[in-house]
């Protein structure tokens, strides 16, 4: 049973930092990309960033670009999203998603319909 499981979620500060990791059970994701999208309150789930199965193809949304930075490690099957400079409209619960096709594709889409397994989610607060 493929699982991802996130964590790092938590209340913080307007100018503070988290980082959130997600853990991939049951299948191996070193061939495929990962990404993490959010959904807000009231809103419909968004794309937030992504990368390919290297790590070296990283691509993110407008309104995380230059404040996020999106990571992996192949050897623990885990991705991680470092993030700085967190505003209250980057309240959301995250979750992270990774695509099962297509092998070694250079390639990381931004579109949630591209991915095949998706986290449980881990709430981000943050307060101004």
């Known amino acids: 049973q493929v699982q991802l499981v996130e964590s790092g979620g938590g209340l913080v500060q307007a100018g503070g930092s988290l980082r959130l990791s997600c853990a991939a059970s049951?299948?191996?994701?070193?061939?495929?990309?990962l990404a993490w999208f959010r959904q807000a309150p009231g809103k419909e789930r968004e794309f937030v960033a992504t990368?390919?199965?290297?790590?070296?193809?990283?691509y993110y949304a407008d309104s995380v670009k230059g404040r996020f930075t999106i990571s992996r490690d192949n050897a623990k099957n885990t991705v991680y999203l470092q993030m700085n400079s967190l505003k209250p409209e980057d309240t959301a619960v995250y979750y992270c998603?990774?695509?099962?096709?297509?092998?070694?594709?250079?390639?990381?889409?931004?579109?949630?319909?591209?991915?095949?397994?998706w986290g449980q989610g881990t709430q981000v607060t943050v307060s101004s």
């Open positions: 998603a990774a695509r099962g096709k297509q092998r070694y594709r250079d390639y990381a889409p931004s579109d949630s319909g591209e991915y095949d397994y």
């Open positions: 990368l390919n199965w290297s790590g070296r193809r990283t």
């Open positions: 049951g299948r191996t994701f070193t061939a495929y990309p």
